[in-house]
């Protein structure tokens, strides 16, 4: 994806990108690019597919969802920053929260928002499961693009939703997922609200944006230890 079709895709999504937001995505690109040599954070290597498959690909999220309000916002399993650090350049009034266990995919993070000098985002080295209490009831929306079987991410995510706050998994193909996660949702006191299915742009590959809202306060026992996830059955 050039850059061209990238600001041409973005206008369908209503996104008219400034010229600041085109500089800072490119340094990112830039960085990414770097860093990859030494720490391998993305399988996906060219300026081109970047573009198109991180970048273009994270934004995708304002199908589900107003960007423009002044909400809180956890990436579970962020990685290199999707979608996440990509949300924040767009969209500055955001409060985002970056989490992922892998401290060198968070260092990077930092250098990032450091480089490009962003305000109110935070990274967090940790997995899901062991996130303070402090941040129980506490985001408006959690995502994740690409990570974890939606049974497990529902139980990973919902906890730190504040009632009627939403979780939004990022997914290629979602039926069989959905179908296995009944269980544990009704126990989460959380419904499908929305599943919003599209391509991408040149490739035309699947994408799915599962929108999940918590409707009551979750049980103090979720999440349980990922081990523990992981082997139940609902």
Do not use: W
């Amino acid at each position: 994806m050039s850059i061209e079709e990238f600001i041409e895709e973005l206008t369908k999504l209503k996104i008219k990108p400034t010229e600041k937001e085109l500089k800072d995505l490119e340094r990112y690109c830039d960085l990414l690019i770097e860093y990859n040599k030494k720490f391998n954070l993305t399988a996906i290597k060219t300026k081109e597919d970047i573009y198109l498959k991180h970048f273009y690909d994270s934004l995708t999220l304002a199908k589900a969802v107003d960007l423009t309000k002044n909400i809180k916002v956890l990436d579970i399993g962020t990685g290199a920053g999707f979608p996440g650090l990509v949300l924040k350049i767009f969209y500055p009034n955001l409060e985002i929260t970056l989490l992922d266990s892998n401290h060198k995919k968070i260092m990077f993070l930092e250098e990032v928002i450091k480089e490009l000098d962003l305000k109110n985002i935070y990274c967090l080295n940790s997995r899901a499961e062991n996130l303070k209490d402090t941040y129980r009831e506490y985001f408006d929306i959690v995502t994740s693009r690409a990570v974890s079987h939606l049974r497990i991410l529902s139980e990973l995510s919902i906890p730190y939703l504040k009632v009627n706050g939403k979780l939004i998994a990022m997914k290629s193909s979602y039926e069989q997922e959905i179908m296995e996660s009944t269980g544990i949702l009704k126990k989460l006191d959380s419904k499908i609200k929305e599943i919003i299915t599209f391509k991408l742009p040149i490739e035309e590959s699947n994408r799915t944006l599962i929108v999940i809202e918590k409707e009551k306060e979750t049980n103090q026992i979720y999440p349980r230890s990922y081990d523990k996830i992981v082997k139940s059955k609902f």
